[in-house]
T-cell receptor
Framework: DGGITQSPKYLFRKEGQNVTLSCEQN?????MYWYRQDPGQGLRLIYY???????QKGDIAEGYSVSREKKESFPLTVTSAQKNPTAFYLC?????????????FGPGTRLTVL | QQQVKQSPQSLIVQKGGISIINCAYE??????FPWYQQFPGKGPALLIA?????SEKKEGRFTISFNKSAKQFSLHIMDSQPGDSATYFC????????????FGKGTLLTVNP
C-alpha cells in the first residue's frame, strides 16, 4: 500500500522547545516537500529536496530545518526560532522535481504550541 | 506579493448546480496550472491540471477553463454534489524553475443537499 505517512497526527509543544515532524514515503519518489497551511492562507513552501543529501529553502524557511539522509524520509524540525509555529504541516513528494510531476500529499500533522 | 489570487474565498451551491472558482496570476512565465481538492483534516489531492497551450480541459464533471491573455483560469464543477464539499486550491508553477508550486489561498465549497 504505497503512500506518504506523517506522524504524529497531532502534536503539542511548549514554547521554546524544538519538535520534529516525521514524513516517510514508499513511492520511490526523488523529490519531497514541506508546506505549512494556515487558515485562509493556502499552502506555503518551507523546504524541498530534489535528491538525497540535498535540499533548498522555500518561501518561509526561517525557524525550520530539514534533513534528507534517506530517499524515503524527509523530517522537518520546527525550532524555537519559529515565532508562530502553530499550523497544519503537510509533506508531499513527486517522482522528480519536474514541473509536470504530480505532488502527492500526506495526511498532515497539526502542531499546536501551548 | 501574492502571485496567484483565488476567488471567492467561500462558495455555497445547491446540489445539481454549477460551482465556479476563479484564479488570476501575475507571472507570465507560469506554464502549469493544477487544481487540488482538500477534505477537512486531510492532505490535498490533485484534481485536474492544465498547460497554457489549451484553453479547456475536462475530466468528468470537472473542467478547467484557461484564458492566457487575461492571465486567468477557472474550475467549473458541473452537477455539484454534497460529496464535492471541500476546499479547492489553484496553483501555478514554472517549468525549469526550482519546481515550486505557488498556491492560491483556497475556496471553501459547500454543496447543500
Amino acid at each position: 500500500d504505497g503512500g506518504i505517512t506523517q506522524s504524529p497526527k497531532y502534536l503539542f509543544r511548549k514554547e521554546g522547545q524544538n519538535v520534529t515532524l516525521s514524513c516517510e514515503q514508499n513511492l520511490n519518489h526523488d523529490a519531497m516537500y514541506w508546506y505549512r497551511q494556515d487558515p485562509g492562507q493556502g499552502l506555503r513552501l518551507i523546504y524541498y529536496s530534489q535528491i538525497v543529501n540535498d535540499f533548498q529553502k522555500g518561501d518561509i524557511a526561517e525557524g525550520y530545518s530539514v534533513s534528507r539522509e534517506k530517499k524515503e524520509s524527509f523530517p522537518l524540525t520546527v525550532t524555537s526560532a519559529q515565532k508562530n509555529p502553530t499550523a497544519f504541516y503537510l509533506c508531499a513528494s513527486s517522482i522528480t522535481a519536474g514541473v509536470m510531476n504530480e505532488q502527492f500529499f500526506g495526511p498532515g500533522t497539526r502542531l499546536t504550541v501551548l | 506579493q501574492q502571485q496567484v489570487k483565488q476567488s471567492p474565498q467561500s462558495l455555497i451551491v445547491q446540489k445539481g448546480g454549477i460551482s465556479i472558482i476563479n484564479c488570476a496570476y501575475e507571472n507570465t512565465a507560469f506554464d502549469y496550472f493544477p487544481w487540488y481538492q482538500q477534505f477537512p483534516g486531510k492532505g490535498p489531492a490533485l484534481l485536474i491540471a492544465i498547460r497554457p497551450d489549451v484553453s479547456e480541459k475536462k475530466e468528468g464533471r470537472f473542467t478547467i477553463s484557461f484564458n492566457k491573455s487575461a492571465k486567468q483560469f477557472s474550475l467549473h464543477i458541473m452537477d455539484s454534489q454534497p460529496g464535492d464539499s471541500a476546499t479547492y486550491f489553484c496553483a501555478a508553477s514554472i517549468e525549469g524553475s526550482n519546481y515550486k508550486l505557488t498556491f492560491g489561498k483556497g475556496t471553501l465549497l459547500t454543496v447543500n443537499p
